[in-house]
């Protein structure tokens, strides 16, 4: 939605904030598809893909991987900012999931573009937690694997990547950032819009404000082809249009009070963390500082 604003470029998930080098990021990308993705992120090969020829076919995804390999030794601002020249002057968005999940990539995009805005998008952790579980199922079961336990409980990866957001941004003048959740965004868009681009200085007219209520409208808004078919959101990708009406949030009091049986840490990462002499936090601590952070984030 905020990529379709007529003075906004909105990037797919370029991964790139992953490494400081092009190679170093490829490298990261075939480690995380566990080496089944050879070409790298396909967010980013799109969108080469899309620069380059205007278009997204079988041929042009080819012909960016093609450029991309060429250019290993890049560093990663290096590419970005190449992108970004390409966009220009429309404001290039990037929002990779992946970079928050590590305080150090954080830091990377700061050192890369210290006067950029960020924005905090939040979102209730019980539906997150849903939405994590079904893709990695779906993650695994496309590479034809079985389910198994993973490390962490997905409880724990919201957790992680928030806090890591609520320590980086902490440390920002107050101007350069803006929290807001994606579900009040969702549900009254003609409040929430004009706000996030009048932030920015960006237009707040009818037309630009109708612009972004159609994030169908963005090359990347449907799945790619082959061998480059993700770079978004899959479900987003599958169904991209904004359906109106309120988005419900659940309780979370409600959720533990029927006591849910949740494991927070599998039974071989428990094993590995204490045999490494750290105790794992009781399940009393972990749901407290997770209720926690839900409220100060506005959900209970």
Same mark, same amino acid.
């Given at each position: 939605?905020?990529?379709?604003?007529?003075? @906004?470029?909105?990037?797919?998930?370029?991964? @790139?904030?992953?490494?400081?080098?092009?190679?170093?990021?490829? /490298?990261?990308?075939?480690?995380?598809? #566990?080496?089944?993705?050879?070409?790298?992120?396909?967010?980013?090969?799109?969108?080469? *893909? =899309?620069?380059? /020829?205007?278009?997204?076919?079988?041929?042009?995804?080819?012909? #960016?991987?093609?450029?991309?390999?060429?250019?290993? /030794?890049?560093?990663?601002? =290096?590419?970005?900012?190449?992108?970004?020249?390409?966009?220009?002057?429309?404001?290039?968005?990037?929002?990779?999931?992946?970079?928050?999940?590590?305080? =150090?990539?954080?830091?990377?995009?700061? *050192?890369?573009?210290? /006067?950029?805005?960020?924005?905090?998008?939040?979102?209730?952790?019980?539906?997150?937690?849903?939405?994590?579980?079904?893709?990695?199922?779906?993650?695994?079961?496309?590479?034809?694997?079985?389910?198994?336990?993973?490390?962490?409980?997905?409880?724990?990866?919201?957790?992680?990547?928030?806090?890591?957001?609520?320590?980086?941004?902490?440390?920002?003048?107050?101007?350069?950032?803006?929290?807001?959740?994606?579900?009040?965004?969702?549900?009254?868009?003609?409040?929430?819009?004009?706000?996030?681009?009048e932030w920015m200085g960006l237009r707040t007219d009818r037309d630009a404000i109708e612009a972004m209520k159609h994030p169908e409208n963005s090359?990347?808004?449907?799945?790619?082809?082959?061998? #480059?078919?993700?770079?978004?959101?899959?479900?987003? @990708?599958?169904?991209?249009?904004?359906?109106?009406?309120?988005?419900?949030?659940?309780?979370?009091?409600?959720?533990f009070a029927a006591d849910p049986q949740v494991a927070w840490f599998g039974e071989s990462f428990r094993t590995s963390m204490e045999e490494h002499?750290?105790?794992?936090?009781?399940?009393?601590?972990?749901?407290?500082?997770?209720?926690?952070? *839900?409220?100060?984030?506005?959900?209970?």
């Open positions: 939605m905020l990529g379709e604003h007529p003075e @906004m470029y909105g990037f797919p998930e370029l991964h @790139m904030f992953g490494g400081d080098t092009v190679r170093e990021v490829l /490298d990261n990308e075939t480690r995380q598809s #566990a080496g089944q993705n050879y070409a790298g992120p396909p967010g980013l090969i799109r969108a080469l *893909a =899309q620069l380059h /020829d205007g278009v997204q076919t079988t041929g042009t995804i080819i012909r #960016a991987i093609a450029w991309l390999r060429e250019r290993t /030794d890049w560093s990663s601002k =290096q590419l970005l900012d190449y992108l970004f020249t390409l966009v220009a002057p429309a404001v290039a968005m990037e929002k990779s999931p992946p970079t928050s999940s590590r305080y =150090q990539r954080l830091e990377r995009v700061h *050192a890369y573009y210290p /006067d950029a805005f960020y924005l905090h998008l939040t979102r209730h952790p019980i539906p997150n937690r849903s939405s994590l579980q079904e893709f990695q199922h779906n993650k695994r079961e496309r590479q034809g694997a079985a389910d198994e336990d993973p490390r962490t409980d997905h409880f724990l990866t919201w957790y992680l990547f928030h806090a890591n957001i609520i320590q980086f941004t902490s440390s920002l003048p107050s101007g350069q950032v803006m929290r807001v959740k994606g579900e009040d965004i969702l549900s009254e868009p003609d409040a929430y819009l004009p706000q996030i681009a090359p990347y808004a449907s799945v790619g082809p082959r061998p #480059a078919s993700g770079g978004n959101d899959p479900k987003f @990708m599958r169904s991209p249009k904004l359906r109106a009406g309120r988005v419900k949030e659940p309780s979370l009091e409600d959720f002499g750290v105790r794992p936090a009781e399940e009393t601590e972990i749901r407290e500082a997770l209720s926690e952070m *839900a409220a100060w984030m506005g959900y209970f």
